[in-house]
Nanobody, 117 residues
Framework: QGELVESGGGLVQAGGSLRLSCAAT????????MEWYRQAPGKQRELVAS???????NYADSVKGRVTISRDIGQNTVYLQMNSLKPEDTAVYYC???????????WGQGTQVTVSS
């Protein structure tokens, strides 16, 4: 049984930075595609960034150039470094481990990011 636990969210002023962490247990982060999603109030959950097993990174156009996804294999943790934050980045951010073969997908519980103007 896998578990993802996010941390690092909080309240920050526009232009500030945050680093979100996703600590995984029962899921090996470099053997899965790992993703960060976000969901703002009244909006659908959207993909923010992903990192494949091979280390290929992809970003949503809305965050490209401001956000970096990375992983620490030793810590079995995935990170989302967010810089130049904007009020429109305000959302609950979720870590996601994609399904792999017969192994199910997993979601974290989410961490709130609030950017004040």
């Amino acid at each position: 049984q896998g578990e993802l636990v996010e941390s690092g969210g909080g309240l920050v002023q526009a232009g500030g930075s945050l680093r979100l962490s996703c600590a995984a247990t029962g899921v090996i982060v470099n053997l899965r595609t790992m993703e960060w999603y976000r969901q703002a109030p009244g909006k659908q959950r959207e993909l923010v960034a992903s990192i494949s097993r091979e280390g290929d990174r992809n970003y949503a156009d809305s965050v490209k150039g401001r956000v970096t996804i990375s992983r620490d294999i030793g810590q079995n943790t995935v990170y989302l470094q967010m810089n130049s934050l904007k009020p429109e980045d305000t959302a609950v951010y979720y870590c996601h481990a994609a399904q792999r073969g017969y192994q199910p997908e997993y979601w974290g519980q989410g961490t709130q990011v609030t950017v004040s103007s």
